[in-house]
């Protein structure tokens, strides 16, 4: 007894000594903050855990969305046993250690077992193989973490085996929430501005919200009490000053970035992109506009123009700041010193601008003609199919008389757009 006493009087020390993050961890699926459709009320990975069904699983996600937070969930509700390993200091002498507890628990209590494996990138392929026999027995139920695609760091064969979550980065609202939760822990207050600044640098990252609120409450307290976080503790312990940057700011600045990229203006589109970075601007927000511009302003100009910065956009959600400022940059100068081009815009109006206004039906020799009776109907009857023709193009008409005529694509001669305006005459000349 007076060790068990002293085992619960220490577990307490270690709680009340732990880091905030680590404090607020939630203890119900209810408490749990973010990754709604994954935890929400009759989503899958809630389903799972509520009823003890859960399979081996891999929660593949950017730092402080909760992967954690979910596995010790998992050792609160679980009939199972549960075990945690380390990637980063487990050994395969370790994992065979568990494996061989795990056969013992189960032919002795007939109990099954979970093995919580964080950073699971981190084992290597003779780790991964050490852990597949019992994985795909069912002796273990594993549950490993990633802050990596396990689609390059897991073996082939144990994903297969394993379902995969993707936990996305908390939304403002979701860190607002945690940071409330951690100032009610702390017995403290902040000001909104502070809250703000905390809110835009934790990138979606609860864990480290709640680390800069833990320094800020520190600094806060020197002052004495009531404890009240200022803006300038959240700079200190941040350390980066926050840039006023208001609901008209937002749109000023985003107009200059896109019109200094338009303008063919590669330093000033990087000047206004780190002001946006600075400023804890979304950066799905600038790729999304990114690729917005490679289409409405580079357009034909430069084909590539779009994969560009297609590829900066799936950098943010699969890299992930900081690093992707990079990619992101990467992009603004590809963009900003492409040759530019709008008739792909405006081509597009004029099209919407006579469907609304003109409609038209369908062609009959261009109607689906693959269904029995079509042809009586006439559907397909007169079609010139292009492959027929040693030039792989038939002129014909595509469109309803009504806008038959009317030319909506005008090519420029700036960059490939030319060689499209080259490859269009062509067809004319050949008609």
């Known amino acids: 007894m007076p060790d068990d006493l002293f085992s619960a009087s ?35 990975l809630r389903a799972l855990i509520e009823h003890d069904r859960l399979s081996s699983v891999i929660l593949w996600g950017p730092p402080g969305t909760g992967k954690t937070s979910v596995a010790q969930l998992l050792a609160r509700t679980t009939e199972k046993a549960f075990v945690q390993l380390s990637a980063v200091t487990a050994s395969v002498k370790d994992v065979r250690a568990e494996i061989a507890r795990a056969e013992q628990r189960l032919g002795e209590r007939g109990q099954g077992t979970i093995l919580f494996l964080d950073e699971v990138h981190r084992f290597n392929k003779a780790q991964q193989d050490a852990l597949l026999p019992s994985v795909e027995s069912g002796l273990l139920i594993l549950v490993g973490a990633t802050t ?17 979550f993707r936990l996305e980065p908390l939304e403002d609202d979701d860190v607002s929430e945690l940071l409330r939760r951690g100032l009610e822990m702390e017995g403290a207050s902040a000001q909104s501005e502070a809250l703000a600044h905390l809110i835009a640098r934790a990138d979606g990252d609860g864990r480290h919200a709640l680390m800069s609120l833990e320094v800020s409450v520190a600094l806060a307290a020197d002052r004495g009490r009531p404890i009240v976080v200022e803006l300038d503790d959240a700079e200190a312990a941040l350390g980066t000053r926050a840039l006023r940057y208001g609901r008209d700011e937002h749109y000023d600045i985003i107009s200059a970035f896109i019109k200094s990229i338009r303008g063919s203006d590669p330093d000033a589109g990087l000047y206004w992109l780190a002001r946006m970075l600075d400023a804890g601007e979304d950066a799905r927000f600038v790729a999304r506009r990114l690729v917005i511009l490679a289409s409405e302003d580079v357009g034909m100009a430069d084909p590539r123009a779009l994969l560009m910065a297609d590829a900066a956009a799936r950098a943010v959600e699969f890299v992930g700041l900081p690093e992707a400022q990079l990619n992101l940059a990467h992009a603004v100068v590809y963009l900003a010193t492409a040759p530019k081009s709008n008739r792909v815009t405006t081509a597009l109006s004029a099209a919407q601008s006579d469907v609304r206004t003109l409609g038209g039906e369908v062609p009959s020799h261009l109607r689906d003609a693959h269904y029995r009776g079509a042809e009586k109907l006439g559907h397909g009857v007169g079609y010139d199919y292009p492959h027929d023709d040693p030039r792989g193009w038939v002129p014909q008409q595509h ?30 000349d050949s008609q």
């Not at 699926?29 to 989503?43: F, I, M």
């Not at 990596?148 to 995969?164: I, Y």
């Not at 005008?410 to 005459?425: K, L």
């Open 10 to 44: 220490a577990a307490d020390r270690l709680e009340r000594q732990s880091p905030l993050a680590a404090r607020l961890r939630p203890r119900t699926l209810d408490e749990v903050v973010g990754q709604r459709h994954l935890l929400g009320p009759g989503k899958p």
């Open 148 to 164: 990596e695609n396990p689609f390059f760091e897991v073996n082939p064969p144990l994903l297969s085996r394993s379902t995969m």
């Open 399 to 428: 469109r309803p008389p009504e806008v038959d005529e009317h030319v909506y694509y005008e090519p420029t001669s700036h960059g490939f757009e030319s060689i499209v305006a080259d490859r269009m005459n062509r067809n004319d």
